[in-house]
């Protein structure tokens, strides 16, 4: 991990003298159960009493942390400075900051990225107690601008983390290829890929409860919703599982599907390869148009664009949205400009984001025909982290 | 779950009932890293929109979530209205809102309890910037009286569910003692710790960086440090393990020592034995003053003194916090006034609540003793959860 908090934190002070703010404070507590999510980016493991992780313009670290916490920050390398306290954070608190004296100071709050708003409302509140009588009261700012861009353009030690989920997620897929069989129940193949999961020592990209999404057939609850013990993989059926396995901290999260053939079929009937078809193609219209500096929003109607000239209904959701520590990893999205989005999909695309590139329609009476690639930006457009799926393969008795 | 959710949500509504605050207001987005963490006594998977969840003072629950979000909702039973949203969630959120007219709603946020404190700064913005120009913007109140209580007091399903995850931790304590030998060093062990684990599907209650803390000698590092992979258990050691193991999202959180005889030594020698009894005197004083109504400080004070009174040095430490969901669970504790720790040792105790009980002495030459026991806190005084370590077992060469 030391090559990549090393990296993370090198990485920040480059976006810090980028920018008008002067130091980055991650504030926080207890950070066992929902602290903040930019946290494990730049340590190792977690903080029990109130602590200020700062980073200065200039490059300079600087960790005021309780006394039992010390001793791992110290050993990490990463920062230059380890202040223990035991009492109180105040004193040695406020003391670093006059040494650094900053102008702006950049807290971790944000309206529209979730992943840059790791700060409580409590913890707010708290520091802007702790700074109460002096000059930096006044000089807190959104660190928004250094945390959704140091999170989202990713080093090479994290890509190299979201490619082994990916091929773990890969190896995963061909498991329940053979898996699947006409009569196995979708909450069985969630079972199984758990199974194999703890075998393999592989987490989920997002809540368990609900990683896969496995869908068999027209009567399956499409969304986030959970495997059913009764719906079995049937004749007729499009069968559909939406992954995400986690592997070091990082995350995959790709769909595909399969089907399986009706009594009187042979090979993929016509509604079901033209719904491939329209899916494939609208993937590779969003791509296309994907690159540094273009706004989400367009690649995501181009897609949207391309699938309804194929004669489908729009999809009620976003193209892409960028992957990391886990599935939803916050930041630019590659959405339309809808009211829950917000700014996202206005936010220019950068190289070294990694992004989801997802859709799917319904076909009548069989299901639903969604995939799910994953890409890296690179300077002239996409490169493909995942094997596209562009053939149907069928699901044998 | 549904019966830890349905218990916890009648809870909630009793607590309500009980209090000034006629609306609890969850209000929460991409739930999957870094969420509130009351989400998980209320809900079962995750939720990926902006999703307001809302429980009255008369009981009634109200969830206006995402589309995609809404099945498991409905199929949980625990919600009597699921509220779907497409575009933004600020219509349906203020029709409900409108409906039940609270005129005060606690939201999740509090200066003293992080478990209580889930409420992002950045959504706290948003849910003022929602409700702009309606008479509820100026309602808003912390719920902490409501959400403290409601994860401090366990119910039955919970408290199973914690007495389970201690019986797995008294199993790896036993084979953490046939494993630990000298020559072993401290990394060695956590590593046997944590493939004992993944076989036998146990979570960690803290960060698994940091869990468990092993400790071997006068030359490791006590508190929460990583343990070394040079420091061999050895002759005249103390060999220390602090070791919190989650089973069904409930947590253990214990302390175990042993001593190595040196080369001389026969049995235990005396200053390790006082050293013994006095910790386990410390841990009795502070046990028989804990019962409901009592603050906490005075529980830790009784402890402190009967420790001090051995002629040792106070901890540096609270003697015991609340477990549940994790190790540290927030809410009241059994500490000193201290400032770190704002005023959660002045909450009198409750039934109900689950505490450790723990503190150590450095034994010069030998190393660190220090014992965690946990018990639960009945009307009458405590009930221990631990069978309590009374004597020091002999690691065999």
Same mark, same amino acid.
């Given at each position: 991990?030391?090559? !990549?908090?090393?990296?993370?934190?090198?990485?920040?002070?480059?976006?810090?003298?980028?920018?008008?703010?002067?130091?980055?404070?991650?504030?926080?507590?207890?950070?066992?159960?929902?602290?903040?999510? +930019?946290?494990? !980016?730049?340590?190792?493991?977690?903080?029990?009493?109130?602590?200020?992780?700062?980073?200065?313009?200039?490059?300079?670290?600087?960790?005021?942390?309780?006394?039992?916490?010390?001793?791992?920050?110290?050993?990490?390398?990463?920062?230059?400075?380890?202040?223990?306290?035991?009492?109180?954070?105040?004193?040695?608190?406020?003391?670093?900051?006059?040494?650094?004296?900053? &102008?702006?100071?950049?807290?971790?709050?944000?309206?529209?990225?979730?992943?840059?708003?790791? !700060?409580?409302?409590?913890?707010?509140?708290?520091?802007?107690?702790?700074?109460?009588?002096?000059?930096?009261?006044?000089?807190?700012?959104?660190?928004?601008?250094?945390?959704?861009?140091?999170?989202? +353009?990713?080093?090479?030690?994290?890509?190299?983390?979201?490619?082994?989920?990916?091929?773990?997620?890969?190896?995963?897929?061909?498991?329940?290829?053979?898996?699947?069989?006409?009569?196995?129940?979708?909450?069985?193949?969630?079972?199984?890929?758990?199974?194999?999961?703890?075998?393999?020592?592989?987490?989920?990209?997002?809540?368990?409860?609900?990683?896969?999404? +496995?869908?068999? %057939?027209?009567?399956?609850?499409?969304?986030?919703?959970?495997?059913?013990?009764?719906?079995?993989?049937?004749?007729?059926?499009?069968?559909?599982?939406?992954?995400?396995?986690?592997?070091? %901290?990082?995350?995959?999260?790709?769909?595909?599907?399969?089907? +399986?053939?009706?009594?009187?079929?042979?090979?993929?009937?016509?509604?079901?390869?033209?719904?491939?078809?329209?899916?494939?193609?609208?993937?590779?219209?969003?791509?296309?148009?994907?690159?540094?500096?273009?706004?989400?929003?367009?690649?995501? &109607?181009?897609?949207?664009?391309? !699938?309804?000239?194929?004669?489908?209904?729009?999809?009620?959701?976003?193209?892409?949205?960028?992957?990391?520590?886990?599935?939803?990893?916050?930041?630019?999205?590659?959405?339309?400009?809808?009211?829950?989005?917000?700014?996202?999909?206005?936010?220019?695309?950068?190289?070294?984001?990694?992004?989801?590139?997802?859709? %799917?329609?319904?076909?009548?009476?069989?299901?639903?025909?969604?995939?799910?690639?994953?890409?890296?930006?690179?300077?002239?457009?996409?490169?493909?982290?995942?094997?596209?799926?562009?053939?149907?393969?069928?699901? &044998?008795?």
């Amino acid at each position: 991990m030391a090559r !990549l908090t090393s990296e993370k934190l090198a990485q920040a002070a480059a976006l810090l003298a980028d920018s008008e703010i002067d130091l980055w404070l991650t504030f926080v507590r207890e950070t066992s159960d929902g602290g903040d999510p +930019v946290l494990p !980016l730049i340590l190792e493991g977690g903080l029990t009493w109130e602590s200020a992780l700062m980073v200065s313009k200039t490059g300079r670290t600087v960790a005021v942390v309780g006394n039992y916490d010390a001793d791992p920050l110290k050993a990490s390398g990463d920062w230059e400075e380890v202040v223990p306290y035991v009492q109180g954070i105040r004193d040695e608190f406020l003391n670093q900051l006059r040494a650094l004296d900053p &102008q702006r100071i950049g807290i971790n709050y944000s309206l529209e990225d979730s992943k840059a708003d790791g !700060l409580s409302h409590g913890m707010f509140l708290l520091l802007a107690k702790l700074l109460e009588g002096t000059p930096y009261a006044g000089r807190l700012v959104s660190s928004e601008p250094i945390v959704s861009r140091l999170r989202s +353009v990713k080093t090479p030690a994290e890509l190299a983390r979201i490619e082994a989920a990916i091929r773990s997620t890969e190896r995963m897929f061909a498991e329940i290829g053979q898996f699947a069989r006409v009569g196995v129940t979708e909450l069985e193949v969630y079972e199984q890929v758990h199974r194999t999961a703890r075998e393999w020592g592989l987490g989920f990209s997002w809540d368990p409860a609900g990683d896969p999404i +496995v869908n068999s %057939g027209p009567d399956s609850m499409i969304g986030h919703g959970t495997p059913s013990a009764t719906i079995e993989i049937s004749p007729g059926h499009i069968f559909h599982v939406d992954l995400g396995l986690a592997k070091d %901290g990082y995350s995959s999260d790709i769909q595909r599907c399969w089907f +399986v053939p009706g009594p009187a079929e042979r090979g993929i009937p016509e509604d079901v390869g033209e719904a491939l078809r329209a899916v494939n193609d609208a993937i590779s219209a969003g791509a296309e148009v994907l690159k540094p500096g273009v706004e989400g929003w367009k690649v995501d &109607q181009a897609a949207r664009e391309a !699938l309804v000239s194929h004669g489908y209904e729009e999809y009620l959701h976003a193209l892409g949205h960028q992957v990391g520590r886990v599935a939803h990893d916050g930041g630019s999205l590659l959405g339309p400009r809808w009211e829950r989005y917000g700014d996202k999909p206005m936010v220019p695309v950068e190289a070294g984001q990694v992004y989801t590139l997802e859709l %799917g329609v319904t076909v009548p009476g069989r299901g639903y025909l969604g995939l799910e690639e994953m890409i890296v930006v690179e300077p002239n457009g996409v490169r493909w982290l995942t094997e596209r799926q562009l053939e149907m393969p069928i699901l &044998q008795d």
